[in-house]
């Protein structure tokens, strides 16, 4: 809907500025004048800086919070477009606003909401477009966005804990990282000119800390561009498929990080598949859910292969038995839920002990990478206070000739 910025004045005679929104400047006028207010300047917001300003994206916890109000609404009774509705007034995102509102109006104009919600891939994932369809097919609506809310958030919990613990080791290198170039450009040709003058022999280390503090000087911009070609060259390479699953792969590999990665992989598959199953959602369904849930097309091709495997009739067991990617822990607990029928609960005790696993895994890691941090800038800071002050033992042994 458009918007149209206004300055008026009220009846003391002070003079306000706000925007309102309306379908025409006609209207825009009757809802300013209906608070009472004498328009001075009126215009429509322009939709290129609106463009600039509004940032297209819905952050998890927004669609957490949007998710579980909408089932509290819709359980107290209210109806489906003024629950939107409100929910649209509620939201200080602005480009969120603008989406429930398509939302209504498509609802309005017959549609259903799964396949209103289907218009914005980018806000609403696979998962939940399928289980609203599986609510509004069932009756069950609110039941499903609760429990799309209680996902979500332990999605969002997962993706917390990981930030925060390599929060600490990522300032760290970064620190070390800017005093090691501080004392390069900055410290050192102090010295350097110090020693220039006094025509005193340099040791080999003076001298290569010399000649690395004197390249760094004078090609840290080249340095710096060289860097951001590399990190744009890595981006660009990983945007081909066959590239990205080579690493997607290999990454998996590397000693300590590669088991956190897998560890998170694993949790998501597991909780997700959880949450399709425990909805109703056919395994079939589930699995073509999963391919674009894990975000790794190492794992992507395993769950394809099992997809294919389940249609000609095999178990879900036997199959996942097959994939390196799945550990027999897993594979176990999946057999046992396929010969009770409880595949989701299985699902579920699996997701909930990955995720203790993953959160002691993450600790030991940061463990380790702390005290290798700290004491490999010690040893620089030491490397280069070492190669400064050699020198001065000669000085002091020239004063003394």
Do not use: C
């Amino acid at each position: 809907m458009p918007r149209f910025e206004y300055v008026a004045k009220d009846n003391q005679g002070r003079i306000l500025r706000g925007r309102v929104e309306a379908e025409t400047e006609r209207e825009a006028r009757r809802l300013i004048k209906r608070q009472r207010l004498y328009i001075v300047s009126l215009k429509k917001e322009s939709t290129l800086l609106k463009q600039l300003t509004v940032s297209k994206k819905v952050s998890l916890p927004e669609l957490v919070v949007f998710t579980s109000q909408f089932a509290t609404l819709l359980r107290s009774g209210i109806l489906l477009t003024e629950a939107i509705t409100t929910l649209a007034q509620q939201t200080d995102n602005l480009y969120f606003k603008e989406v429930l509102r398509e939302v209504r109006r498509s609802i309005d104009e017959g549609e259903s909401l799964s396949n209103a919600l289907s218009r914005f891939p980018k806000v609403f994932p696979s998962i939940y477009i399928n289980l609203v369809r599986t609510g509004e097919l069932t009756g069950n609506l609110d039941i499903m966005l609760d429990r799309l809310a209680r996902y979500f958030d332990s999605q969002h919990e997962l993706r917390e804990k990981i930030k925060s613990a390599m929060a600490y080791p990522t300032i760290v290198i970064i620190a070390a990282i800017a005093v090691v170039i501080f004392l390069l450009i900055f410290v050192v040709p102090v010295f350097q000119r110090i020693y220039g003058r006094t025509n005193v022999p340099l040791p080999l280390p003076t001298r290569m800390l010399i000649s690395i503090s004197n390249f760094m000087k004078d090609y840290i911009l080249l340095i710096l561009l060289f860097l951001t070609g590399i990190f744009i060259l890595i981006r660009i390479l990983l945007k081909n498929p066959k590239i990205k699953r080579w690493w997607d792969e290999k990454k998996l590999n590397i000693p300590q990080i590669g088991k956190i990665w897998k560890q998170i992989i694993l949790v998501r598959f597991a909780s997700t598949f959880s949450t399709l199953l425990s909805s109703g959602i056919l395994v079939t369904h589930s699995l073509e859910i999963l391919q674009n849930v894990v975000g790794n097309l190492y794992f992507r091709e395993g769950i394809q292969r099992i997809y294919r495997g389940i249609i000609e009739g095999r178990s879900l067991s036997e199959l996942m038995q097959e994939e390196e990617a799945f550990p027999p822990m897993l594979v176990r607990m999946i057999g046992v839920g396929e010969r009770s029928g409880r595949v989701d609960e299985m699902l579920d005790e699996f997701s909930r002990f990955s995720q203790r696993e993953l959160d002691n895994q993450t600790k030991r890691l940061t463990s380790i990478i702390e005290p290798m941090i700290t004491l490999g800038l010690a040893g620089v800071v030491f490397f280069i206070a070492l190669s400064m002050y050699l020198p001065m033992f000669n000085m002091v042994r020239l004063f003394r000739r």
